[in-house]
């Protein structure tokens, strides 16, 4: 199955929408991620694993393909780790694809499934309004910078 999530790439002041595609297909268990990631991305397939069976789901036992896209757009830190795991439980079949529709997210998750705050949301913000999207997911922690923006609901 197939699912979209959409989540931002901070370049400067700005941020850059990123789509987060993924793929959950025949083959040996393994999470791959392609799309220009750096070290702090790749160590998502790790943080995501855990987060999403210690929040009491299975991850499937199957391949997964997950694409950042646009892939020459170099994705740094762990602010994928959320727009990842809601990607794999909605290819999964765990969560309805079209509740992501006009929602972006970011996020960094702990191994128990926690969200702990990431920098950036109010960049994020702005440049989702501008985009025009409705709707932003986010840690708790980082609510209140996010809110700051109009024409944008911020959900902690």
Do not use: C, H, W
Not at 4 to 25: I, S
Not at 87 to 115: H, K, P, Y
């Amino acid at each position: 199955m197939f699912a979209q999530v959409t989540a931002a790439a901070l370049l400067g002041l700005r941020a850059v929408q990123v789509t987060v595609e993924v793929d959950v297909g025949g083959g040996l268990p393994q999470i791959t991620l392609v799309g220009l990631p750096d070290t702090a991305v790749q160590e998502a397939k790790e943080r995501v694993r855990a987060a999403i069976k210690n929040s009491g789901f299975a991850l499937p036992q199957r391949r997964i393909i997950v694409n950042l896209a646009p892939a020459d757009l170099r994705k740094e830190g762990p602010s994928f780790d959320l727009p990842i795991a809601i990607g794999i439980l909605a290819a999964s079949g765990v969560i309805e694809g079209e509740a992501l529709a006009n929602t972006l997210m970011v996020g960094e998750l702990a191994l128990d499934g926690t969200l702990r705050p990431v920098a950036g949301v109010l960049p994020i913000a702005a440049s989702a309004a501008e985009m025009g999207i409705r709707r932003l997911v986010v840690p708790q922690e980082n609510g209140p910078e996010g809110a700051v923006v109009q024409g944008i609901q911020v959900y902690g």
